[in-house]
């Protein structure tokens, strides 16, 4: 800034981060030269030939900001036949802005953004005169500093994201861990496909080894991502602590006791009396999944499912046998707290090989006619390749679907899971 002795006051660096929380307007300033009313046309054409970087000049009085000179408006209307002659000797403010865009220097920068867009090009193309909060003229901001400094706090946020992002997965995996381990102490041929969407998801396998045989379950939570991620550790916290004594025989009343602690958790009722809230706090999300008990030693399955089906394909079997779980999910506000799943008994003879999979392969839209890969394909793929160890299925079955998605868009989170019994 140019004080009443000519002098210019040091630049400062603009456009870096607060360390100590938002950013706001003054962390933009640059101390560019001022004038005064007083000075006349002359005086700034020295001083715009002086710093020839300087696109606008403020104009001050009494500390206070009243205009604004544009370099370029300037110089063209110096520039006009006779002009010079007749302006040079007169005060500045002949050329000023009178309306310039200013801003207090406590304002955010997203405000500012605001302020700036609203004000047209002319702010983002000739600056913004900052002011502290009496109104004295602080320093100048750019366009250019404004536009730098939010995509620097947009990158910022990304990375910050991405960082979550990484950690939730972290967390995800390791809820995931217990699961895997029981799955191969309980089974010598199986396979778990789990691919999320994203790097996070809603789709969550679940396994627990006990003396007598094993609970196992694929659960597709509502959405994908970070929020489905939330949404399987709270189902997975609700499965472990309710798997205990004879329930998890039961996997329709097992359904039942979480689909009520899901609904209570998400405010859709209350705890007490179990009825409906009658405000709009509560959430709409639950789950699709299905529930299987089995007891290797009887050779049968205890199955309950809810909007999720379970395939069945025994060695001497010509088709895969679907059963169709119930069709009321888990969680949801549409399913009353007081709905009772249906268990079915099925016999597994040895050979017998049992498949999960979540809607993320079933209504994936591909191949030539850009339609749902659907059960039927999925079924066909099994009794394919029905010869081969599990973790081989799953490859031919991977690949397959992989090939049917062509460039076609990842519409959900993707989880498989099959075993064969021995």
Same mark, same amino acid.
């Given at each position: 800034?140019?004080?009443?002795?000519?002098?210019?006051?040091?630049?400062?660096?603009?456009?870096?981060?607060?360390?100590?929380?938002?950013?706001?307007?003054?962390?933009?300033?640059?101390?560019?030269?001022?004038?005064?009313?007083?000075?006349?046309?002359?005086?700034?054409?020295?001083?715009?030939?002086?710093?020839?970087?300087?696109?606008?000049?403020?104009?001050?009085?009494?500390?206070?900001?009243?205009?604004?000179?544009?370099?370029?408006?300037?110089?063209?209307?110096?520039?006009?036949?006779?002009?010079?002659?007749?302006?040079?000797?007169?005060?500045?403010?002949?050329?000023?802005?009178?309306?310039?865009?200013?801003?207090?220097?406590?304002?955010?920068?997203?405000?500012?953004?605001?302020?700036?867009?609203?004000?047209?090009?002319?702010?983002?193309?000739?600056?913004?005169?900052?002011?502290?909060?009496?109104?004295?003229?602080?320093?100048?901001?750019?366009?250019?500093?404004?536009?730098?400094?939010?995509?620097?706090?947009?990158?910022?946020?990304?990375?910050?994201?991405?960082?979550?992002?990484?950690?939730?997965?972290?967390?995800?995996?390791?809820?995931?861990?217990?699961?895997?381990?029981?799955?191969?102490?309980?089974?010598?041929?199986?396979?778990?496909?789990?691919?999320?969407?994203?790097?996070?998801?809603?789709?969550?396998?679940?396994?627990?080894?006990?003396?007598?045989?094993?609970?196992?379950?694929? !659960? /597709?939570?509502? *959405?994908?991502?970070?929020?489905? $991620? =939330?949404?399987?550790?709270?189902? %997975?916290?609700? +499965?472990?602590?309710?798997?205990?004594?004879?329930?998890?025989?039961?996997?329709?009343?097992?359904?039942?006791?979480?689909?009520?602690?899901?609904?209570?958790?998400?405010?859709?009722?209350?705890?007490?009396?179990?009825?409906?809230?009658?405000?709009?706090?509560?959430?709409?999300?639950?789950?699709?999944?299905?529930?299987?008990?089995?007891?290797?030693?009887?050779?049968?399955?205890?199955?309950?499912?809810?909007?999720?089906?379970?395939?069945?394909?025994?060695?001497?079997?010509?088709?895969?046998?679907?059963?169709?779980?119930?069709?009321?999910?888990?969680?949801?506000?549409?399913?009353?707290?007081?709905?009772?799943?249906?268990?079915?008994?099925?016999?597994?003879?040895?050979?017998?090989?049992?498949?999960?999979?979540?809607?993320?392969? !079933? /209504?994936?839209? *591909?191949?030539?006619?850009?339609? $749902? =890969?659907?059960?039927?394909?999925? %079924?066909?793929? +099994?009794?394919?390749?029905?010869?081969?160890?599990?973790?081989?299925?799953?490859?031919?079955?991977?690949?397959?679907?992989?090939?049917?998605?062509?460039?076609?868009?990842?519409?959900?989170?993707?989880?498989?899971?099959?075993?064969?019994?021995?």
């Amino acid at each position: 800034m140019l004080n009443q002795a000519g002098e210019v006051r040091e630049e400062r660096v603009a456009g870096q981060p607060c360390m100590d929380g938002e950013l706001v307007a003054s962390d933009l300033v640059r101390r560019l030269p001022s004038v005064f009313p007083d000075q006349t046309n002359e005086e700034v054409l020295t001083l715009l030939t002086s710093f020839p970087d300087v696109i606008g000049l403020p104009v001050i009085e009494q500390g206070r900001p009243i205009g604004l000179i544009n370099r370029s408006i300037f110089l063209n209307e110096m520039a006009k036949p006779f002009r010079r002659e007749v302006y040079s000797r007169k005060s500045c403010i002949a050329f000023m802005d009178k309306q310039p865009l200013v801003v207090d220097g406590r304002m955010g920068i997203q405000e500012l953004s605001f302020r700036v867009v609203d004000a047209g090009n002319k702010a983002l193309k000739d600056g913004f005169i900052i002011t502290d909060p009496s109104g004295e003229y602080v320093g100048m901001g750019t366009g250019e500093d404004l536009m730098q400094t939010i995509s620097h706090l947009q990158a910022e946020k990304s990375r910050m994201v991405m960082e979550s992002i990484n950690y939730a997965s972290v967390i995800q995996k390791s809820f995931l861990r217990s699961a895997r381990r029981d799955m191969e102490e309980s089974l010598s041929d199986y396979f778990i496909h789990w691919e999320p969407r994203d790097k996070v998801g809603g789709d969550y396998y679940f396994c627990k080894k006990f003396d007598d045989g094993f609970f196992i379950a694929l !659960i /597709d939570c509502t *959405g994908h991502g970070v929020p489905g $991620a =939330f949404m399987t550790l709270i189902m %997975a916290a609700f +499965l472990d602590h309710l798997l205990q004594n004879e329930n998890r025989k039961d996997p329709a009343g097992a359904l039942s006791a979480i689909n009520r602690k899901v609904k209570i958790a998400l405010g859709q009722i209350e705890e007490e009396n179990i009825s409906h809230l009658a405000d709009s706090e509560h959430s709409d999300d639950g789950m699709d999944t299905a529930f299987c008990w089995v007891s290797p030693e009887s050779r049968k399955m205890v199955y309950a499912g809810a909007k999720m089906p379970i395939f069945i394909l025994t060695p001497d079997a010509e088709e895969v046998v679907l059963h169709e779980g119930d069709r009321k999910g888990v969680g949801y506000v549409e399913t009353p707290s007081h709905f009772a799943w249906t268990n079915r008994e099925i016999d597994l003879p040895p050979g017998a090989q049992v498949h999960l999979t979540t809607d993320g392969i !079933i /209504d994936q839209i *591909g191949g030539a006619r850009s339609i $749902a =890969f659907g059960k039927k394909r999925f %079924a066909k793929l +099994l009794l394919e390749h029905r010869n081969l160890p599990m973790n081989e299925q799953k490859q031919r079955i991977m690949d397959a679907f992989y090939a049917y998605q062509g460039g076609q868009k990842r519409r959900d989170d993707v989880s498989l899971l099959g075993f064969r019994i021995q």
